[in-house]
């Protein structure tokens, strides 16, 4: 299975601009740039876009893991912060935090953690990120 985006950029590293698409067309010719990227411009940039992959990876991982497990969620709520720091040699993503919130009716504390952990593991785009990944999971009730 394969899934293509397109980009496309005219300009400069400050003063240029592109846009991004996705082949299902979700997305379509959404604007970025410098400032939407390492400042507070109205457009997208590829670390939000990747904090939304995470997010939804992971929610639908956690969804498998506690269907092994004979439970279903009621719901599940994640929020996923990619942190984009300059290193010495450029600049890097180095964190992406998950903040879950879910409810998920006869789960016990255990067996949430169990599977929040699997999922946070085993999601492929939390395999894909060689950084640190954190996760802050509460059940509710």
């Not at 904090?51 to 269907?67: D, I, P, V, Y």
């Not at 169990?114 to 509460?138: E, H, M, W, Y």
Request: aromatic letters at 6%.
């Amino acid at each position: 299975m394969k899934r293509t985006a397109h980009a496309q950029w005219r300009g400069d590293l400050r003063g240029g601009s592109g846009t991004v698409s996705t082949a299902s067309g979700t997305l379509s010719h959404q604007p970025y740039s410098f400032h939407t990227r390492f400042e507070e411009g109205k457009g997208t940039n590829p670390e939000e876009l990747l904090a939304a992959a995470h997010a939804g990876c992971f929610s639908m991982a956690l969804s498998a893991q506690l269907g092994q497990a004979g439970l279903t969620p009621e719901s599940i709520e994640t929020t996923c912060t990619i942190t984009l720091e300059k290193q010495a040699d450029g600049f890097a993503i180095t964190q992406s935090h998950l903040q879950l919130k879910a409810r998920i009716p006869g789960a016990s504390k255990e067996a949430f953690d169990k599977a929040a952990q699997a999922a946070k593991s085993g999601c492929p785009v939390s395999r894909l990120f060689n950084t640190s990944i954190t996760l802050d999971a509460s059940l509710e009730s």
